[in-house]
Structure formats: structure tokens, C-alpha cells
């Protein structure tokens, strides 16, 4: 262990901003090793990264796709040389970014699932309903935007959509005010969208705030986050040696219900074809490391309200080969297809 002999590392980003959840947990179940080589496919401010790299003298390649946590990273980098890459792009392709550095099989993966609290806190980014801003919540910066979500929709998609990935059980009142609102005047900014679902979603001082669901919805629907996590699963199954770890820490149900039923999946033999039965099935791809899932302490919550949803998954890569990744579909709920609305128009 390095932990105490390691000089502080220059800060990424703000500390006071940012806070690891589950951060002894995530080492515990990821269990670094001097020589191994980790991904951190969310790296955000680098707190992950920053614990592994402290714990084991190993190798961490980190993936984030918003172009300004790459940059902030530069600092750290510095401070491990040789130890640590970080590269711009989507966790969903972990093994290829890990393959083009030299690291086509890894001791360990981990995710940590949602908007990190920088981009929540930042307003010009547009993930936030707290501060004003443009409506954009895109991570990258590319392709559709929130205000194009909220301006394009028919009222009943947009109710679906705030209802199946924001679990908001008001969307279709919600989708109502929107549609009425946006035709008097375009929905741009945050705080906009904000006021016109607050007149419909009352809420005491002590709850979330009226708007947390449906902005979690438009912002899951941006960046296509639930099937960017179906595919880092697949891709961390393929990418993982026998032994290796995979640690995922979600914040709510829609993205731990995926993990969980992959992770159940994967531990159990893969059921032959009835229609092939001398098909032999497949052996179990990961055992699980965490029986169900691991949840924060009460000091933890107290400390960082964030962590109070959060939870931890984890599994161990057996030596069996990885699986179709093709299965994963159905754990998706369906993103409005836009150029098939183009097509019919």
C-alpha cells in the first residue's frame, strides 16, 4: 500500500465541489494490486482515480467525455507519470480506449454512474435547475440538446419520457405546461423550465426540488446515459482478465436495476436455445463480489447529502468467455427516435 508515502496530488478541479462516494467501499471491492492496470471509466474531478492510484502501485486509464474534465486533469497526470492517461471519450468503449494503451485486458473497472456535482453546479453548463443557464445538459457538447428535446416533443412523448426516465409520476401534467409554456415563447434557459414545472410539482422545503425528475429525465434522454451504461458493461466484460473486478456505483433505480440484471445474468449459466437443446449453455462470466447492493453509512450521508441514493455493485470476471452483448436491449427503456419523426413528417 502507497497511500501514506504519496506527496498530495495538485487538486482536480475543486475539491469542496466534488466529493467520492463510497469511496472506501469502491477500494475495498476493487482491491488494486501493485502492477495491475485499472479503469476509472468516469474519472469526472478524479477522486476514484486519485484512491487507486495511492492505494497500489498500479496503472489507471481514465475515460470522461466532457472535454473540460480532461483538461483539469493535466495536474495529476503530472504528478504520476507513466501511471496515469486520461483520454476523452465515452466509458462505453473502455475496452477499445484500453486496447490502443497497451492494456487490451485489465485488472479492474469502475464506473460511477450520473452527472458529476461540477456539471451540476456549473449553470452555463445546463444540468442545473438551481442556477440559471443555457438548456443544453449535453456532457460532450454534440448532437441534441435539452432545449431541442423540450421544443420537438409531442406532449404525450415528453410525458413518457419524463415518466420512464425520470420516474415522475406528475409527467403528464408536466408535458402539458411545457407545451402551453413553448408556445408562447421558446424554453432556453434552465431556470425557465424550472418555474413552468414547479407550478405543477409542489414540493415542502425539505424534498427535492420539484424540477429534480424531469430535468434527470431530459438529461438521461441528452447523452443516451442508460444505454451508454448497458454498453460499458459489455465492454468491461469483454475487457476484464480472469480475477479482474468491475465496481459500479449508481445514484438511482433505473441505472442500478441494469447493473444488477447484468450482474445477476452474468453469475448464472446462460440458458441454452429450446429450439437448439444440444446447445451446451454458457458458463457464468462474473461471480459476485457484493452480495446485493452496498450502500453508505449514515456519517457518509450526513457528510455528503449526494451520497444518500448511491449504491454499489460489484462482480469478479471469471475465466469463462465474455457474452453477446445483444441481451442488454431489453433492459433499455426506448430514446425518442428524432429522424424517424423526421421520416413521417
Same mark, same amino acid.
Given at each position: 500500500?502507497?497511500?501514506?508515502?504519496?506527496?498530495p496530488?495538485p =487538486?482536480?478541479?475543486? =475539491?469542496?465541489?466534488?466529493?467520492? &462516494?463510497?469511496l472506501?467501499?469502491?477500494?475495498?471491492?476493487?482491491?488494486?494490486k501493485?502492477?495491475?492496470?485499472?479503469?476509472?471509466?468516469?474519472?469526472?474531478?478524479?477522486?476514484?482515480?486519485?484512491?487507486i492510484?495511492?492505494?497500489?502501485?498500479?496503472?489507471?486509464?481514465?475515460?470522461?467525455?466532457?472535454?473540460?474534465?480532461v483538461?483539469a486533469?493535466?495536474?495529476?497526470?503530472?504528478?504520476?507519470?507513466?501511471?496515469?492517461?486520461?483520454?476523452?471519450?465515452? *466509458?462505453?468503449n473502455?475496452?477499445?480506449?484500453a486496447?490502443?494503451?497497451?492494456?487490451p485486458?485489465?485488472?479492474?473497472v &469502475?464506473?460511477?454512474?450520473? &452527472?458529476? $456535482?461540477?456539471?451540476?453546479?456549473?449553470?452555463?453548463?445546463?444540468?442545473? *435547475?438551481?442556477?440559471?443557464?443555457?438548456?443544453?445538459?449535453?456532457? /460532450?457538447?454534440?448532437?441534441?440538446?435539452?432545449a431541442?428535446?423540450?421544443?420537438?416533443?409531442?406532449?404525450?412523448?415528453?410525458?413518457?419520457?419524463?415518466?420512464?426516465?425520470?420516474?415522475?409520476?406528475?409527467?403528464?401534467?408536466?408535458? #402539458?405546461?411545457?407545451v402551453?409554456? !413553448?408556445?408562447?415563447?421558446?424554453?432556453?434557459?434552465?431556470?425557465?423550465?424550472a418555474?413552468?414545472?414547479?407550478? &405543477?410539482?409542489? $414540493?415542502? =422545503?425539505h424534498?427535492?426540488?420539484?424540477?429534480t !425528475?424531469?430535468?434527470?429525465?431530459?438529461?438521461?434522454?441528452?447523452?443516451?446515459?442508460?444505454?451508454?451504461?448497458?454498453r460499458a @458493461?459489455a465492454?468491461?466484460?469483454?475487457?476484464? #482478465? =480472469?480475477?479482474?473486478r468491475?465496481?459500479?456505483?449508481?445514484?438511482?433505480?433505473?441505472e442500478?436495476?441494469?447493473?444488477?440484471?447484468?450482474?445477476?445474468?452474468?453469475a448464472?449459466?446462460?440458458?441454452?436455445? !429450446?429450439?437448439?437443446?444440444?446447445?451446451?449453455?454458457?458458463?457464468? /462470466?462474473?461471480?459476485?463480489?457484493?452480495? +446485493?447492493?452496498?450502500e453508505?453509512?449514515?456519517?457518509?450521508?450526513?457528510?455528503?447529502?449526494?451520497?444518500?441514493?448511491?449504491?454499489?455493485?460489484? +462482480?469478479?470476471?471469471?475465466?469463462?468467455?465474455?457474452?453477446?452483448? $445483444?441481451? @442488454?436491449?431489453?433492459?433499455?427503456?426506448p430514446?425518442?427516435?428524432?429522424?424517424?419523426?423526421?421520416?413521417?413528417h
Amino acid at each position: 500500500m502507497m497511500a501514506s508515502s504519496l506527496p498530495p496530488d495538485p =487538486p482536480v478541479g475543486d =475539491p469542496d465541489r466534488h466529493v467520492p &462516494v463510497l469511496l472506501a467501499e469502491v477500494l475495498a471491492h476493487l482491491a488494486p494490486k501493485a502492477g495491475g492496470v485499472y479503469v476509472d471509466g468516469t474519472f469526472g474531478a478524479g477522486g476514484y482515480t486519485r484512491a487507486i492510484l495511492g492505494a497500489a502501485d498500479c496503472r489507471v486509464i481514465a475515460i470522461d467525455r466532457d472535454p473540460t474534465a480532461v483538461a483539469a486533469s493535466a495536474p495529476l497526470v503530472l504528478a504520476h507519470p507513466g501511471r496515469l492517461a486520461v483520454t476523452q471519450d465515452r *466509458f462505453g468503449n473502455l475496452d477499445q480506449v484500453a486496447a490502443m494503451l497497451d492494456a487490451p485486458q485489465v485488472d479492474g473497472v &469502475v464506473l460511477d454512474i450520473g &452527472v458529476s $456535482s461540477m456539471q451540476l453546479d456549473e449553470g452555463e453548463r445546463g444540468f442545473s *435547475f438551481r442556477r440559471d443557464g443555457p438548456l443544453d445538459m449535453r456532457m /460532450s457538447g454534440e448532437g441534441l440538446s435539452a432545449a431541442d428535446y423540450v421544443a420537438r416533443l409531442p406532449e404525450a412523448e415528453l410525458a413518457n419520457l419524463i415518466y420512464r426516465f425520470g420516474e415522475e409520476r406528475q409527467s403528464r401534467g408536466i408535458a #402539458k405546461a411545457i407545451v402551453k409554456a !413553448r408556445e408562447e415563447a421558446p424554453i432556453t434557459r434552465t431556470l425557465q423550465l424550472a418555474d413552468i414545472i414547479a407550478k &405543477v410539482v409542489w $414540493s415542502k =422545503p425539505h424534498e427535492p426540488h420539484p424540477a429534480t !425528475r424531469s430535468f434527470q429525465a431530459l438529461r438521461i434522454a441528452v447523452n443516451d446515459e442508460l444505454g451508454e451504461l448497458a454498453r460499458a @458493461l459489455a465492454a468491461a466484460e469483454r475487457a476484464l #482478465k =480472469p480475477g479482474g473486478r468491475l465496481v459500479v456505483v449508481t445514484f438511482h433505480s433505473l441505472e442500478d436495476r441494469i447493473v444488477k440484471n447484468f450482474l445477476n445474468a452474468r453469475a448464472k449459466p446462460a440458458a441454452g436455445s !429450446r429450439h437448439l437443446p444440444a446447445v451446451t449453455s454458457a458458463p457464468p /462470466s462474473f461471480r459476485l463480489v457484493a452480495k +446485493g447492493a452496498v450502500e453508505p453509512g449514515d456519517a457518509e450521508t450526513r457528510a455528503n447529502p449526494r451520497a444518500r441514493s448511491a449504491k454499489l455493485r460489484a +462482480g469478479e470476471r471469471t475465466d469463462a468467455p465474455a457474452r453477446e452483448a $445483444s441481451d @442488454l436491449d431489453a433492459l433499455l427503456p426506448p430514446l425518442p427516435d428524432f429522424d424517424a419523426r423526421n421520416r413521417h413528417h
